[in-house]
Nanobody, 125 residues
């Protein structure tokens, strides 16, 4: 699976951006796909994830109520709508996916096998 993330940019605090992740290759209903981010001087952290085949969507507490993750299985696309952006959301955002497995901890980046190249989001205060 190859992943390509795009849609980052510069936005003022309070603004919105939508990130997109295009997947190519074979995807599986039981595979998770999600977003992680790494801010300046920070460790990589989980943002949001879902399972291709449907079910629960998972969010980090820091983005709940502001970010929305959605998917288009037919197009193999995942979208991260980011609203009410804050300066602390500034980071490189990575799209990631994993081989299908049962009961995966989707918030742990170590469980992901495929990573996109990252797209930079800068929120000015």
């Amino acid at each position: 699976v190859q992943l390509q993330a795009y849609g980052g940019g510069l936005v003022q605090a309070g603004g919105s951006l939508r990130l997109s992740c295009a997947a190519s290759g074979r995807t599986f209903p039981a595979s998770p796909i999600g977003w992680f981010r790494q801010g300046p001087g920070k460790e990589r952290e989980f943002v949001a994830a879902l399972i291709w085949g449907g079910g629960t969507t998972y969010y980090a507490d820091s983005v709940k109520g502001r970010f929305t993750l959605s998917r288009d299985n037919g197009k193999k696309m995942v979208y991260l709508q980011m609203n009410s952006l804050k300066a602390e959301d500034t980071a490189v955002y990575y799209c990631a996916s994993a081989k299908p497995r049962l009961r995966v901890d989707v918030e742990n980046g170590r469980n992901y096998d495929y990573w996109g190249q990252g797209t930079l989001v800068t929120v000015s205060s």
